[in-house]
């Protein structure tokens, strides 16, 4: 039986907007109807009865906290978000709770005075009550909720709910009427492609690319190029081509020691990438969809000298929004000195504004917006001391 279940996505929302979209589109892609503020809209009626509406047509709740409490119900004295957990608790919702480290938060998206008090208070309640997941980044949180949800769909609690496609009854209806749309329906499918095929950029756009990258390694290991570089990550691909593809050569002096995609990816390389691998030409082939959604993960060595050096990511297409954690917490002697983000497009170099650093995590998060094809985002440190 084809059961899709539907969720509600409860959370603050400007400090984890951006993880909120990620997350969506994460669940839609894994086969859930997703619930969330986003897609209310113009509707009669309070917020709060817009919401009490969506979660109880809702299978499960997925609450994701962070540093932040939430706008404060008037009518209640607590936020919507803590209101929303017990709207789900008392009318037997599950609740699936997924807290940020507070490591990995950043101080900007912290709360102060009574509303960290509330927030706090509000925590020690939940992991009183029930056991909870804890996360540090979005690939970590992606994780977490599908596994969690797929171990809930098989309780009791949710066992019996889901929507159903094609149940006996309607599965008897639609075939009497079956003959009658077939012409219709071959002509409206004609109709979409054909507006579709009209809509299709003209050349390959990245509407979003997160990737995370984490260093390890010693001084000694960094200078030697033996310092191990993962890069993890998804993106987002519109192109002329249908079904999309997403092609990329990543190279590098030292060895490329694993890559992993999915959708699978092909080696366009692959006899040459066997015998030496310091070069992967790849590709990745969508489904017949609109878009390419993908996630992977390549790893490799690196030479990076500890006085002064960097690190960067390739663009392969025009981007329009590129988001990079960068997590130097495990080469700790990067930390002693301020490091610096840029844009490289051919010879020019620009300066990234968006950069922030998390002293707890050890991590910079880059954020730069319509980055051209075939650019680079960069970051390099300068340890060397200027003589006085």
């Known amino acids: ?35 969330n503020m ?69 101080m900007a998206d912290c709360d102060t005075g009574e509303k960290k008090q509330k927030l706090d208070t509000f925590i020690k309640r939940i992991t009183d009550e029930r056991m909870v997941n804890f996360w540090t980044d979005t690939a970590s949180l992606r994780l977490a909720v599908l596994a969690s949800l797929n171990t809930e769909k098989n309780n009791q609690s949710v066992l019996n709910k889901g929507w159903i496609k094609n149940s006996a009854a309607l599965e008897a209806e639609y075939k009497t009427v079956e003959s009658k749309l077939k012409s219709v329906k071959t002509e409206l499918i004609k109709a979409d492609a054909d507006t579709k095929r ?11 690319y997160h990737v995370h990258i984490k260093i390890h390694g010693s001084v000694m290991e960094c200078e030697q190029g033996q310092a191990v570089v993962t890069y993890t990550g998804s993106a987002l691909v519109d192109a002329p081509e249908y079904p999309v593809v997403y092609r990329d050569r990543v190279r590098t002096g030292f060895g490329i020691q694993h890559q992993q995609f999915l959708p699978e990816a092909t080696v366009r390389n692959k006899d040459e990438f066997r015998r030496n691998p310091i070069l992967l030409d790849y590709e990745i082939k969508g489904s017949e969809s609109d878009k390419l959604f993908f996630t992977g993960e390549i790893v490799t060595n690196a030479q990076l000298r500890k006085d002064i050096g960097g690190t960067g990511l390739h663009i392969p297409y025009f981007a329009e929004y590129v988001a990079i954690e960068l997590d130097i917490s495990a080469v700790r002697f990067f930390q002693d000195y301020n490091g610096k983000a840029f844009l490289q497009s051919g010879e020019k170099e620009t300066p990234i504004k968006d950069v922030q650093f998390c002293t707890n995590s050890g991590k910079y998060v880059i954020s730069a917006k319509n980055v051209p094809a075939n650019s680079n985002i960069m970051f390099k440190w300068n340890n060397v001391k200027s003589e006085e």
């Open 1 to 35: 039986m084809n059961v899709r279940y539907s969720v509600f996505l409860s959370s603050t929302f400007e400090d984890l907007k951006e993880i909120r979209k990620e997350l969506s589109y994460e669940l839609f892609m894994n086969g859930y109807m997703v619930n």
């Open 38 to 106: 986003e897609s209310f809209g113009a509707r009669n009626g309070s917020v709060w009865e817009v919401i009490k509406e969506s979660i109880a047509d809702s299978d499960m709740l997925v609450m994701v906290i962070a540093g932040r409490y939430g706008s404060i119900n008037p009518d209640e004295g607590i936020s919507f978000t803590e209101q929303e957990y017990n709207y789900a608790i008392e009318n037997g919702i599950p609740v699936l709770v997924f807290i940020r480290d507070k490591n990995a938060i950043s």
């Open 198 to 208: 009209s809509k299709r950029p003209t050349e390959t756009v990245m509407n979003y």
